[in-house]
């Protein structure tokens, strides 16, 4: 069955009054438009929300009713598209070929925690004022201990109509689950890195028709604002889109915050591409190389699992974001220049909802994409970093100078002083940087799907004052064997220094 798309040609309205009907059944309207070169579409970016359908003659874009009536202003000819509500009839549910409903959907993320108690926790994140949940299950041995391991975050749907990404999701958390100690690959996974999977990150929009099915799902949340303009941007800062920050985008911003991520994935739909950083601006990636390498890896895996002419759209199968077109308030570059965590955006199918009898296909397609680039977590360079004197780890930063630009730089992280860092193949000189420590610069070299370990201890200022401290007080410090001074006194002086490092001194007097 195919979704039928009705268009509707409307001449220019000057008269907000009267588009006051394109929103009385949904606060979101659809529409396509011509442009006339990137820079005009760039600029039409910021007034409204332009669709991964935009193609280089033709631009899909959604707005709410302030967004449009700015719209409108420009004076450019629009065609309204009326989505027909699509309803699949699915004869039998199996195989993953159905959209759970929304109480499925959370009985089945608490039936992986309870089925997998030792390896699946399940996390409510936050829940929205409708009552429905964001809920994120994290996949690890040891689940919940920090340990030594990168951790990978893959999270769907924040465009409530983009739903392949929902499926597979779920889908990935069960394949992963029932592979452990049964599929080495599977297995390799889950002992080595903190894996994070949230299937619906905006349950609103894809439950705007009631909680029975996603047949009327809406690409903005409740509030009718795009998730995806929502976050701070590199280049235009808080609140690009002037709205304040959603329940939705402060959970996410909250949990990146409380997990260091290292990679993470965005998945939504209505192309088939992967697109990687930057969306706001046209300035390459200090690892452009890196993102080009795993991003035809994601797409090449994916058209050779499938039929032809699967994933292999723009520049067959990958694109620069901003190449295609401009996004601000995304969360893609909220997560690379904030989080220092490698996200990329994942654009699953033409569909924005699939057939769901197509779903089995694009999992085919899909998975063994989905299960190397978690894979790429694991390799690049990496190590613990410590205090070198007292052994215990440091958040540094970790940085290649003269090839570091715009935070692609990273951290290590506490409680562990792991730090990961994602290199196309070749060699890098890497500096460790933290107040009150002596920095230090290491030479390394980096292979494709190889990992390079350089665990690196820091000299602290401070112990080079007690030591020297030490050593010129030394030949005036008289005491006896068990340490009692004797004919002279001593005294300790605690200081702090401007680093704010509190130094012991001995005074003899
Ligand atoms: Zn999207």
Not at 218 to 244: E, K, S, V
Not at 348 to 357: F, G, R, T, V
Request: hydrophobic letters at 35%.
């Amino acid at each position: 069955m195919k979704k039928i798309l009705l268009l509707l040609f409307f001449p220019i309205l000057s008269f907000s009054q009267s588009i006051d009907y394109l929103f009385y059944e949904k606060g979101e309207i659809y529409f396509s438009f011509l442009y006339k070169n990137k820079i005009h579409l760039n600029m039409i970016s910021d007034i409204v929300s332009i669709d991964h359908k935009t193609n280089s003659d033709l631009a899909y874009a959604y707005a709410n009713k302030n967004e449009f009536l700015k719209f409108l202003a420009l004076e450019i000819e629009y065609k309204i598209i009326i989505k027909k509500p699509i309803n699949y009839i699915n004869n039998s549910k199996n195989n993953w070929n159905y959209y759970p409903t929304y109480q499925q959907y959370t009985n089945m993320m608490q039936a992986f925690a309870d089925s997998f108690p030792n390896i699946c926790k399940l996390h409510h994140l936050g829940t929205l004022s409708s009552g429905r949940e964001i809920l994120i299950v994290q996949i690890s041995n040891n689940v919940g201990v920090k340990e030594n391991k990168p951790s990978f975050l893959y999270t769907s749907s924040m465009h409530g109509d983009e739903l392949a990404g929902y499926i597979l999701s779920l889908r990935l958390i069960d394949h992963i689950l029932n592979g452990y100690a049964n599929i080495l690959k599977l297995t390799e996974l889950v002992d080595n890195i903190d894996i994070w999977i949230n299937p619906l990150a905006n349950p609103d929009g894809a439950y705007y028709g009631g909680n029975q099915d996603v047949w009327s799902a809406t690409r903005y949340n409740a509030n009718w604002i795009d998730l995806n303009r929502n976050y701070p941007d590199p280049q235009d800062g808080p609140h690009p889109d002037g709205n304040a920050y959603q329940n939705e985008t402060n959970i996410f911003m909250g949990l990146a915050d409380t997990v260091n991520f290292t990679i993470s994935a965005n998945m939504h739909g209505g192309a088939e591409v992967c697109n990687y950083p930057w969306d706001t601006w046209s300035n390459l990636a200090a690892d452009d190389n890196w993102w080009e390498y795993v991003s035809h890896e994601y797409a090449d895996s994916c058209q050779t699992n499938s039929g032809n002419g699967y994933f292999n759209y723009l520049n067959d199968g990958i694109t620069n974001g901003n190449d295609w077109y401009e996004v601000d308030g995304g969360r893609q570059d909220y997560m690379n220049y904030f989080k220092y965590c490698r996200e990329f955006t994942l654009e699953l199918s033409d569909e924005k909802i699939p057939n769901p009898n197509d779903l089995p296909d694009l999992w085919d397609a899909n998975y063994p994409s989905l299960i190397n680039y978690m894979k790429q977590t694991l390799y690049g360079l990496r190590g613990i970093v410590t205090d070198s004197i007292t052994g215990n780890p440091l958040k540094v930063k970790v940085e290649i100078l003269s090839h570091d630009i715009d935070s692609s730089h990273v951290y290590s992280n506490l409680p562990i002083g792991n730090y990961h860092r994602h290199l196309y193949q070749g060699n890098y000189n890497i500096t460790f940087s933290k107040n009150g420590y002596y920095p230090k610069t290491i030479n390394a070299s980096i292979l494709s799907k190889n990992t390079t370990i350089e665990d690196v201890k820091l000299v602290p200022f401070s112990t080079t004052q007690v030591e020297e401290i030490y050593l010129l007080n030394n030949t005036n410090i008289t005491s006896d064997i068990l340490g009692r001074s004797s004919n002279k006194k001593s005294k300790v002086q605690l200081i702090k220094t401007k680093n704010g490092i509190i130094t012991k001194q001995i005074k003899i007097q």
